[in-house]
């Protein structure tokens, strides 16, 4: 679905597949120098994350390709798809494959029956679909390193594989090195784009950062969406520290759900986006060739903390380590709360610096200045729906520059002396013109103009053009130009339009003075036929010995 700065409906459409056609991700992105709508669709029944394709549409609504996992024939998973320039993408693979859960908490040795569920990043050519770089999480995460538990005997086997990393969005930078945040481990990874080494970790068991805002920089949970930003748009509040030799400063924006299905164990009271400064050596050396760092759990922590998170960053952070991160800014609604799942935080530099927050779950889209500031809130549900999965929408994106031009014609519809006049997914539709055919004369002639307003538009007939036997609406771009394939199909005239000539509560009283006249004339039938039968029998009486 797509809206308009206004919250008009631009565009929407249902895709029916095997598994109810719920759609997730929609985008604009860019492919072959061209504007597409890209979005993913396929089987969401396993929680969490699913397996499908994601669908790349043109201007037209077309569909012009279809992207699965790769070569390997398996079907992508809905979090992330990403059109890269040189003509590939990155997409997340969740795969089962059979590995030792014992690590995370199975008490029983059948190895044998133990499964996970993988996560493979794969960026692969759109044209072809082959694989140029894969990385697995199974060969460079630990189990431990999971805050998701394994509940239930049958969890982490054949029947109930553990999902104990969960990827959730994957981002490649200028360095060729990749971005990617893991909601099951507190954890925002920095992969080398050439080894597929760690090169660090931030939050979560195995941080590797200092935190510089007393905990509230790792305390986030269950994140989503993290992203590199440019610090322009944020002149007005943030200065970067001056360059110093073998580091480099770097901002980063996530959204922090602060739950996971209704555990509200870890985390700030509502979902926030985040603005954080990451400091790290530059160039990198791998995780691996660190010195740990022997000064864990000295931070100072901020008391308004909660007791887990106190824990949980008395844990993890570092006191004097060379990495360091501290929060710039968050961005909270302050009715929202804590967004159970999904979610996504979007810095827009046009037509003024803003961010854009969805909040997954919870029905509510929000618009804030960099200085945390709420500009505007969309909220597509009541907040008795907040929670419960009965409104949401994975990620929310603004977008400037969609041009849709439909391949089907305006929809119209004409009762008495009004018009309903709509084409979805058209963006450049500035008017509609009204037509009627000229009986006399062998053409059509314009009525009259209306500005479009909103998605469905409605036209007061004017009174003298009531009984016209044929209508039809144009539609108008901001040139002033007829629009290639902008003509509804032709509106005729019916009952109600010539007997009310416009006005509904006359149509109602002819209406039912046709019903009247014809109950009459069907009792009328019905009395004539009995009289000739009763006629009939008298003569055949009559006849008798």
Partial sequence: MI???????VWMHHFDNAFGGQAYNLQVQTWKGEKVLTFWLGDDRIRGHGSGEWWVLD????????VGGGEKGRGVDLHEFTILPGGTALVIVFEVVNFDVRPAGRRFNDVWNQFIWDCVVREIRLEGGETVWEWRASEHLELRASYKPLVGLND???????????LNSVEKDAAGNYLMSARYTHAVYYICGKTGELLWILGGKNNTFADLSSGDALNFAWQHDARWVDHGPF??????PERVEGQTVRLMSLFDNAAEDWDYKY???NARGMLLELTFAWPLPAISTLVPAPDRGATPILSSLSVADIAKVAAI????HPYSVRVLNTYTNHLAPRSSSQGSLQLLTSPFPHLLMGHGINAIVSTFHPNGTLICDLRFSASSAWEKADAQSYRAYEYEGWVGKPKWKPAAKRNGGKVWVSWNGATEVRSWVLQAWDEREGRWREVLEVEKTGFET????????RRANKLRVLAVDGDLGEMAGG??????????DTATLGHVEEARSWRGALLLAALVGIAYLITSRLRRRLRGRQTREWKLP
């Fill in 59 to 66: 201007h037209r609504y077309e569909v012009v390709a279809r």
């Fill in 3 to 9: 809206l308009d700065p206004q919250g008009e409906l």
């Fill in 156 to 166: 982490g086997t054949a029947d109930s594989p553990y999902d104990p990393w969960h």
């Fill in 267 to 269: 985390g700030p009271d």
């Fill in 317 to 320: 952070s570092r006191l004097s």
């Fill in 235 to 240: 002149k007005d509040f943030y200065k970067p």
């Fill in 458 to 465: 409605t036209i007061d007939v004017p009174e003298e053009w």
């Fill in 487 to 496: 003509v509804t199909e032709v509106l005729h005239r019916g009952f109600v």
